[in-house]
């Protein structure tokens, strides 16, 4: 049986700009069912943690800077097919060649302002998951 989740945030831009509401509808409305759900805020350590697999590329001071400068939203997401269908749903990393009507295009402001993140593949959905939320908090 496929894995049916995927973990997904809502970055300090969108969430500062009062977008967590309107892409919220837009995922639950897509047919996700929200599994777990958190407002918090990552210290520059976490960050790091998170997106320590980019830590050897040129964006990654700047990503877990920016990761850390307000509060996100945090969520995993349950559908079949999440992690590709959530992908699909959120459009392109880089908003310039997101597709009309994907989250990125409407929120997404350039690159690292990307109004979302979405993990990319299952293993990395249940890493991502277990970063954020413990057992309790899942229903
Ligand atoms: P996200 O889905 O959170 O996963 C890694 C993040 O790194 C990605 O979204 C972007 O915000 C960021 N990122 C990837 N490539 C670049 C880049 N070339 N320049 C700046 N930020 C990038």
């Known amino acids: 049986m496929p ?3 995927t973990f997904m945030m809502i970055k300090p831009i969108a969430f500062r700009n009062n977008h967590a509401g309107p892409i919220l509808h837009m995922i639950t ?3 996700f069912r929200l599994k777990a759900m958190k407002i918090t805020r990552l210290t520059a350590k976490q960050a790091c943690d ?3 697999v980019h830590s050897d590329k040129y ?3 700047e990503l877990t800077s920016f990761m850390s400068s307000g509060p996100i939203v945090a969520a995993i997401l349950e559908k079949e097919n999440a992690v590709a269908d959530f992908r699909k749903l959120i459009g ?3 908003p310039a060649k997101a597709e009309e009507g994907t989250i990125r295009k409407l929120y997404a402001e ?3 302002h990307n109004a979302v993140h979405g993990s990319d593949s299952d293993e990395n959905a249940l890493i991502e998951s277990d970063f954020f939320f413990s057992k309790m ?3």
Request: hydrophobic letters at 35%; glycine letters at 4%.
């Open 137 to 139: 908090e899942r229903f």
């Open 29 to 31: 409305e897509a047919g």
């Open 50 to 52: 998170f997106y320590a």
């Open 59 to 61: 964006f990654y001071e």
């Open 92 to 94: 392109a990393t880089d």
């Open 3 to 5: 894995y049916n989740q």
């Open 110 to 112: 350039s690159m690292s």
